[in-house]
C-alpha cells in the first residue's frame, strides 16, 4: 500500500505538469496566430492534408484511422502555418473523438465563383447540438481529460483562422452519429 501511494503522489505533480505544458504551448499557439511572420502563399489544400497524415500518422495509424479527400481540393493564397493548424486540429478531433474500429474523416469541397466550401466529415461521436455554438470557445471541454484528453483550445484555434479567413464555420451533427465541420470563405 505505501508503495503504491509513493507511486500515486509522485506521478501526480509529473500528471499535472504535463497537462500544464500542453496548455501553455496551445495558448502561446492561439496568441501566435495574431502575428503572422510569414508571408501569404498558393497553397494546395491537397497537399495540405498530406502534410497532416505525415506529421499525425503515429496517431492515425494507432487509431487505424482513414483520412479521405473525395474530390480534389482547392488551390488558397493564405498563411501555411494557419492553414495547417486548421486542417490538423479537425482531423485530429474527428480521430479523437470517436470509438468507431476505423475511425474515418472525409474532407470534401465545393468551388462556386470564389466562395471556396470545405466540409470535414467524421464518423464519430458527434456534438449535441446544443453545445456546437459553445465548443469553439476557449478552453471548453464536453468530456473529462480522463476521457478525451486535450486543452480544450483546438476548435478555438479553428475558429480563430476561420475568422482570419472572413470565413464561417457552420457544424452540423446529431449528437451521436458524427459530425460536419462546415467552412466557407471567399477565395484568398
Partial sequence: MERLSKMFFHSQPFIGSVRMNSLIKSVLEFSRLARV????KEINLNSIVEEVKSTISNFINKKNAKIVIANPLPTINYYHSE??????????????????EIPKVKIYSQLEDDLVTLCFEDNGIGIKPEYQ?????MFTRLHRQSEYQGSGLGLSICQKVI????????????GQNGSQFIITFRKP
Fill in 37 to 40: 511572420e510569414e508571408e501569404k
Fill in 83 to 100: 492553414v495547417i493548424k486548421l486542417f490538423q486540429n479537425i482531423i485530429e478531433n474527428g480521430i479523437k473523438y470517436n470509438s468507431s
Fill in 133 to 137: 455554438d459553445r465548443v469553439t470557445k
Fill in 163 to 174: 475568422n482570419r479567413l472572413d470565413g464561417t464555420l457552420k457544424i452540423q451533427s446529431d
